[in-house]
């Protein structure tokens, strides 16, 4: 079956560092998606890249997109201490009759040290 | 509206107890999605409902029965849990039936105990 790989599982930074989170996938996606999860919170939508090569910034973050469509990363600069909790990557794949499969990475959770 | 709300927050509940967890959501989407999210885990989805129809069961035990009786509402039935069953449980909603196109909008989750 599909797998999403993310790497690395924990990353701890001072406050002011630069952070980056990779996804890897085993089959071409259909898109990809990432999500942010606070401590004691829920995943929140962040950002989807569908095409090859797609680069999107939100603010301090830059989503990229690989050309081959198998892999993704997520950059922060200037790490904040609102930046903690844990990002997932989240590839869709097409499973055949108009539908998607949705497969989360393990995710990586970011710890800032003030 | 932009929110999927789950009621109750939290719920303690004993292996021979009926329970149901609430999810509702407002922004007209037709596609909702239970998950389960075991601590320091990615979400796992158990089921997807696209309107209203059960499009995906992901070979969840029968203890779990989820029921959805109008776009706007999804529950999850449970039934002679075991304590592994304890988690947190994510109920998510998208605007096309895939979340294709504007991904998932999650609730905050039933954080759930089997005693």
């Known amino acids: 079956g599909q797998q999403v790989m993310q790497i690395p599982q924990y990353q701890h930074v001072q406050e002011g560092e630069d952070f980056t989170t990779y996804c890897n996938s085993s089959?071409?996606?259909?898109?990809i998606q990432w999500y942010k999860q606070r401590p004691g919170g829920h995943p929140v939508f962040l950002i989807q890249?569908?095409?090859?090569?797609e680069v999107k910034k939100q603010k301090r973050l830059t989503f990229q997109f690989g050309e081959a469509k198998k892999n993704s990363s997520l950059h922060i600069t200037a790490t904040q201490t609102t930046d903690v909790g844990t990002y997932f990557c989240a590839g869709s794949v097409s499973s055949g009759a108009g539908s998607y499969q949705l497969t989360f990475g393990k995710g990586t959770k970011l710890s800032v040290i003030p | 509206d932009t929110e999927v709300t789950q009621t109750p927050k939290h719920l303690v509940m004993g292996m021979t107890n009926k329970k149901s967890l609430k999810c509702e959501q407002h922004m007209g989407h037709r596609a909702m999605y239970w998950y389960k999210q075991k601590a320091k885990k990615p979400p796992e989805l158990m089921f997807v409902y696209s309107y209203e129809k059960l499009s995906i069961n992901e070979s969840v035990p029968s203890r779990f029965s989820p029921e959805c009786p109008n776009s706007s509402l999804l529950n999850l039935h449970l039934h002679a849990l075991q304590p592994e069953d304890s988690a947190l449980y994510l109920c998510?909603?998208?605007?096309?039936?895939?979340?294709?196109?504007?991904?998932?909008?999650f609730g905050s989750g039933t954080r759930l105990t089997v005693v």
């Open positions: 089959t071409t996606l259909s898109n």
């Open positions: 998510a909603s998208s605007q096309d039936r895939w979340g294709q196109e504007y991904g998932y909008t």
């Open positions: 890249l569908v095409k090859s090569g």
